[in-house]
């Protein structure tokens, strides 16, 4: 006996026309196979048009370099330092930026008060603070998860700002009306309505992090990935560069994938769609013109014509 569907509608059948996940897999990997073939390409046969590949090492040298790294300590340890960084900072920009992007949506108070030094605080970009996070901190860790935590904050705090303020008001009016209090809005509403413009933001905010923290690392860090990468270039090891920059990014990748993860499980009741070509609609063809009925007049007319064209 089949099991009858789900009421819920959780049941998801792929839509027509669309790729399994092996196929889109297949494709992506497909694609950065391509883009290494390329790469190997431009850089083993010297090609200089315009662009000068024969500067850049080949895939072979910069997957050379990589074993060497991963083989020795220094390698990790830049990771660790560059992850627990990250982390940290971001966190804390999660938190507070959640909260005061609330706090200034909700409340005119606040936003008279925060919004103004808000507002000219965001425009500066993140790195320019280093030299307020050296004056600042006693210490070059303590400056960098600054600079990361600022770096994520304000993208946090708009998204979550404008999230906010585009509830309906109906959702509240509901709630209240059944007796529930401010913190109980807060809680059934609030939260739940801004969890997709709040997970946008988050997402944002922590590839941002990452371009700040590795370039605070390349002015005043002691370890980690941004920190080793400028030391290879000062000595003009460029695989040691490539895989710097390899790390980075896959490290970045990473990160933004176990946002965006979150936010689909903690967003799982909204409705998902999936991407499907839609074919053209066809321009219907013109109908043929009814004939017209052959009255008694008419076959009257005709054999008239034809007695005269005989004649």
Not at 131 to 145: D, K, M, R, Y
Not at 255 to 279: D, I, K, M, N, Q
Request: glycine letters at 8%; proline letters at 7%.
């Amino acid at each position: 006996m089949s099991r009858p569907a789900k009421a819920d509608g959780r049941r998801r059948t792929r839509a027509p026309g669309s790729r399994p996940p092996a196929t889109r897999y297949a494709l992506r990997a497909l694609s950065l196979v391509g883009a290494l073939t390329l790469w190997q390409l431009l850089t083993s046969l010297d090609v200089d048009v315009w662009l000068r590949f024969s500067q850049f090492p080949t895939v072979t040298d910069v997957g050379h370099a990589f074993a060497d790294r991963i083989s020795g300590p220094d390698y990790w340890t830049d990771l660790t330092d560059s992850l627990t960084r990250i982390l940290t900072g971001f966190l804390l920009a999660a938190v507070l930026g959640v909260a005061v992007g609330i706090l200034v949506a909700r409340s005119r108070l606040a936003e008279d008060l925060l919004g103004p030094v808000l507002e000219v605080v965001r425009p500066i970009p993140a790195i320019a603070l280093v030299p307020v996070a050296i004056l600042l901190f006693p210490s070059n860790e303590q400056g960098i998860v600054f600079i990361t935590f600022t770096a994520a904050f304000f993208p946090v705090l708009v998204s979550t700002r404008h999230a906010v303020r585009a509830l309906t008001p109906v959702w509240e009016e509901a709630v209240r009306t059944m007796g529930g209090g401010r913190w109980r809005v807060l809680a059934s509403v609030v939260l739940p309505g801004a969890l997709p413009g709040i997970f946008g933001g988050l997402s944002v905010g922590i590839g941002v992090s990452w371009i700040c923290v590795i370039s605070a690392e390349m002015i005043s860090g002691q370890y980690g990935v941004g920190y080793r990468t400028w030391q290879d270039y000062t000595v003009v090891d460029y695989p040691g560069v490539f895989v710097g920059m390899a790390t980075i990014g896959v490290l970045g990748w990473l990160t933004s994938t176990a946002v965006e993860l979150v936010g689909r499980r903690l967003t799982h009741w909204l409705p998902r769609t999936s991407y499907a070509p839609v074919p053209r609609p066809r321009a219907p063809r013109a109908a043929a013109a009814p004939a017209a009925p052959v009255t008694a007049t008419a076959t009257a007319k005709a054999e008239e014509a034809r007695d005269e064209h005989l004649v």
